[in-house]
């Protein structure tokens, strides 16, 4: 016979188990994966583990897969191809979403018709940063004094990126567009073979990513002479931005989650709920600025109007720099 209090005890239980969403106890019934479409150890890699971990309270299980290749074209596609159905989700970058559909001239998926947008996860600044020693040696101090130079001395000044097409590459033809000036651009084969050109003096500007360069920068092998983004970085707010010379002047490093097209909007909508509390969180945050990454989460509808916006800018710049892989 059970006494009033056990009654009452059972009751909420009772209660409790049938106000637990359906969705979340799906989620915590399965396992949920990632699909990064880098190697492990990167930053995108590293910034969608934190955030598994962050999830796993509300969605149970979290995985990440690595599926690099192809600029990140067969993680992407092999999202495209997924169930729709909540449990496979991936990560556009500026690559993806924004280059790779006017880079190569086919796509093994597209990007504005095989995905729904879940949350834009991060923006990084990129910054453009000379060789401290050239920089001295040629007497630039400022973004100004870098422009002067090179209409002063057309074709003396070279710049060097992760390759062709790389969005190195295309803020470069981006600032020399705008700029009225000419470098010779030096493509290697990645970000860091790159930056190494830089620090040995073969090339005399890079446009990198702050979280890569910034250890140089404080060290003194890098001069930074202005930050990508419309606003200075609050990571380092002394730098100020290319925008400030030249106006309209924006590219930045970005990444978020996108789910296969057809996963149903309710999906959709909890799967941003999850997302957005923890990027919004103060571990999470605290975790990301150690990247000098700063949390950008957004509605679905946002995160989709800025993947649109982000193909029509690069559709431009990759015109300009007449880069292609195919």
Partial sequence: MLNRRQLITRSAMASASLALPGFAMAQAASTTRIVVPFAAGGPIDVTARILAEAVKGTLGTVIVENRPGAGGNIGVSAVAKAPADGLTLGIATTASHGINPWLFKQLPYDPA?????????????????????????????????????????????????GGNGSAGHLAGELFKNQAGIFAVHIPYNGGNPAQLGLLSGQV????????????NIRSGKLKALAVTTAQRSSVMPDVPTVAASLPGFEIDTWWGLIAPAGTPADTVRKLNTAFSAALNSPEVKTRFAQLLAEPAPSTPEQFDDFMKRERAKYERLVKISGATVD
Wanted: hydrophobic share 50%.
């Fill in 113 to 161: 018709k095989d995905f729904a947008a879940v949350t834009q996860m991060l923006r990084v600044p990129n910054v453009l940063v000379m060789n401290a020693e050239s920089a001295a040696r040629l007497k630039v101090n400022t973004l100004a004094d870098l422009i002067a130079y090179g209409k002063a001395n057309p074709g003396k000044l070279n710049y060097g990126s």
């Fill in 204 to 215: 005399d500007f890079n446009f990198d990513n702050l979280a890569t360069a910034a250890a």
